[in-house]
């Protein structure tokens, strides 16, 4: 049986390799070729900085459809602050890694690099699952069916009912 010290060891390994291979790859330019990295840089900022905002203002939409589906009462509306604060995406997208610096590490160090961001991933998933079963235990049992509904839903990842992670069902197989 493979220890869980094993398992993270593996992961990190993998995890090393994939990146180094990514990093092999040249990326598509994010502005004109001969730009500055600098500019570049500015650019996918500015990307991701949308793309965050777009993500905050859809998980916003979530809960207020969430909300409006439990028909929560006045004495559990402090329990639903808790709850989507302590739930909430952060206020800025996380900083990433200098990728300069993040090859300039050795194997071990990117490892530990990694095992600290895991750590700390963990941690946020700690929090997030602790008001979670808060505010259930203060949901009725028709809203906590509600709530099991709800959040089976958006738990799900991958192909449903059939179709690829498009939406798109595959066409029908050739007959003859």
């Known amino acids: ?73 006045a004495a559990q509306e402090g329990a639903w602050s808790t709850y989507t604060a302590a739930t909430a995406p952060p206020a800025r997208p996380p900083q990433r890694p200098d990728r300069a610096e993040f090859e300039k590490l050795t194997t071990p160090q990117r490892i530990d690099r990694m095992q600290a961001r895991q750590a700390e991933r963990q941690a946020m998933f700690a929090k997030r699952a602790d008001a979670t079963k808060s505010f259930y235990a203060a949901l009725s049992p028709e809203q906590q069916k509600t709530f099991d509904a709800e959040s089976l839903a958006m738990m799900r990842h991958g192909p449903r009912d059939g179709q690829d992670h498009h939406g798109h069902r595959p066409p029908p197989p050739a007959k003859g």
């Open 1 to 73: 049986m493979i220890s869980l010290t094993q398992r993270l060891v593996s992961a990190g390994l993998l995890a090393t390799a994939a990146f180094a291979a990514s990093a092999q790859a040249p990326a598509a330019p994010a502005t004109a070729p001969g730009a500055p990295a600098a500019e570049q840089r500015m650019d996918r900022q500015q990307r991701d900085g949308k793309f965050f905002e777009r993500m905050q203002a859809r998980h916003a939409q979530r809960q207020a459809a969430l909300k409006a589906k439990l028909n929560l009462s």
